[in-house]
T-cell receptor, first 110, second 113 residues
Framework: SQQGEEDPQALSIQEGENATMNCSYK?????LQWYRQNSGRGLVHLIL?????REKHSGRLRVTLDTSKKSSSLLITASRAADTASYFC??????????FGKGTRLSVIA | DAGITQSPRYKITETGRQVTLMCHQT?????MFWYRQDLGHGLRLIYY???????DKGEVSDGYVVSRSKTENFPLTLESATRSQTSVYFC????????????FGPGTRLTVT
């Protein structure tokens, strides 16, 4: 059972542009996490946002959470070729383990 | 080296064979997880463990067995491998439950012929 669904499935942008990925989910959550996966590697945690938070920043990353719409967005500003990866959201509903979405594949073209 | 490791990194086996994938973490994290990743399905939870000798099924546990006799190790066994179990398997650990970030291993690519 997939809780988070990322949108778009794939995104291609030029270096220097901003990239925005969205995650929608179905049930109430305690927190939502974003992960990055480079090709052939394991996932790496990027940021965690709790249900009582609306926005969080980490370097060039900005995450927003709208619990009324059951959605989150991940913004990467001034993208670089090294940002090319798949990005996953994962939701914590409290009584079950994290549930991951299917991911957004981001390609940043130099 | 500190961190989370998986072995083997690549494995080819035949249908019906038993295969064990190993996972080892050096952080003494309480929780450990096994996922499989397939195109079109994202990451799906197979089994997880909250502590030594405590394991629970995930979304896709049929055909898999786990054990956790020591905190640092969490092996995953395919008792009788099937072609549908061809996948990339990831092990992860976390300090506590789902409210904490997970640290992933590099993955094991398993092919069942």
């Amino acid at each position: 059972s997939q809780q988070g669904e990322e949108d778009p499935q794939a995104l291609s942008i030029q270096e220097g542009e901003n990239a925005t990925m969205n995650c929608s989910y179905k049930t109430s959550i305690n927190n939502l996490q974003w992960y990055r996966q480079n090709s052939g590697r394991g996932l790496v945690h990027l940021i965690l946002i709790r249900s009582n938070e609306r926005e969080k920043h980490s370097g060039r990353l900005r995450v927003t959470l709208d619990t009324s719409k059951k959605s989150s967005s991940l913004l990467i500003t001034a993208s670089r070729a090294a940002d090319t990866a798949s990005y996953f959201c994962a939701t914590d509903s409290g009584n079950t383990p994290l549930v991951f979405g299917k991911g957004t594949r981001l390609s940043v073209i130099a | 080296d500190a961190g989370i490791t998986q072995s083997p990194r690549y494995k080819i086996t035949e249908t019906g064979r038993q295969v064990t994938l190993m996972c080892h973490q050096t952080w003494s994290h309480s929780y450990m997880f096994w996922y499989r990743q397939d195109l079109g399905h994202g990451l799906r939870l197979i089994y997880y463990s909250a502590a030594a000798d405590i394991t629970d099924k995930g979304e896709v546990s049929d055909g898999y067995v786990v054990s956790r006799s020591k905190t640092e190790n969490f092996p995953l066994t395919l008792e009788s491998a099937t072609r549908s179990q061809t996948s990339v398997y990831f092990c992860a650990s976390s300090e506590s439950g789902s409210s904490y970030e997970q640290y992933f291993g590099p993955g094991t690519r398993l092919t069942v012929t």
